[in-house]
């Protein structure tokens, strides 16, 4: 114990050299199981239970834009088929209606978009179309916002986003699906 | 210059390591930040299909998930081929849903339990049906908030 003179006690350091291969370990570790948060998706409020049936008889048919898609991922929109690829179109224009035609929408806080389909619809398909049928809308929004503001909607603030919501509702209501083609 | 030429500098400066150690715990602290462990394992094969209209769920807490798709190949021969519903980290059946929803519910705030989220993960290959049965028993059991999880597209 008396060796310890005043030279030795210079040396008695705890090495901290292996403190990074340690902190490497974890670090290692950590980046094998991450999975960065990355949840995203398309974002829908259903409307509320009840057991009375909705009445749609107050509904004037220039303002409904009925969508169905049947069991073999077929679209068929107002009575006609129509591609995936045209429904996005085909929805701005029966919203907006810029041209004053007799059937589509009266004024945009008159549509009414009618989502139906089959049990035995591909779940890939009616993501697709309800994703079209969205981003028309968000397209409309994002002109409107352009045409008022000079910027998109999603850098509006609050109000200037309720203010273009009023004007332009998202509405998609969606029917009891028809049964016809389930099997799994 | 004779100046600078003394002999002491001949012993090499070295560049200091010991901030090394700092340096890397500050990584480490970030991913250990941004990890979320997978807290269930997955019972059912799910590959999400793609959208674009796409919105982030950003508070982990305020989500519940359900994942919809057929049985992985370890159990297939319990729960059969056929789509199914995993709540949590097992095999349920609708009527399962509104107990899992209120459980989920009683961990949180008051204040918090309007803004909770039901984060639907299913595969893309299931029909409908099962989908929408889903949909009927949230809508009974008043979650109506649900997020379609979908991956970005592709470009």
Redo the contacts between chains.
Sequence with gaps: MGKTNSRDRIKNEIN??S??DI??L??IF??V?????E???????????SNEPPDTQKMNTRNVYSVLVN?DNQLLVRGEPVDIEDLRENTKVFIMNPQRLDNMAEKPTKAIISLK????????T???V??EL??AY?ELRDEEAEKTHGIKFEFLDSDQRKAIRAKIPLVISEA??T?F???? | MAKFNKKRSKAEPEVSTASLPDIIFMLLFFFMVVTVLRDSERKVDVVTPNASELTKLVKKSLVNYVYIGRPKDAYKTTYGTKPRIQLGDKIADLSDIPLFLEKHKAKLAENEKEQITSSLRIDGSVTMGIVSDVKLALRKANQLKINYSAKPPVK
């Design positions: 901290a050299g403190m990074a902190a490497f974890l670090l950590f980046l199981t991450t999975t960065i948060a949840d995203r998706g398309v974002l829908v409020k259903l409307p509320p239970w069991a389909n089959d049990r035995g619809t591909e779940y890939t009616y993501l697709q309800y994703n969205k981003a968000n009891e699906p049964n083609g389930e099997e799994n």
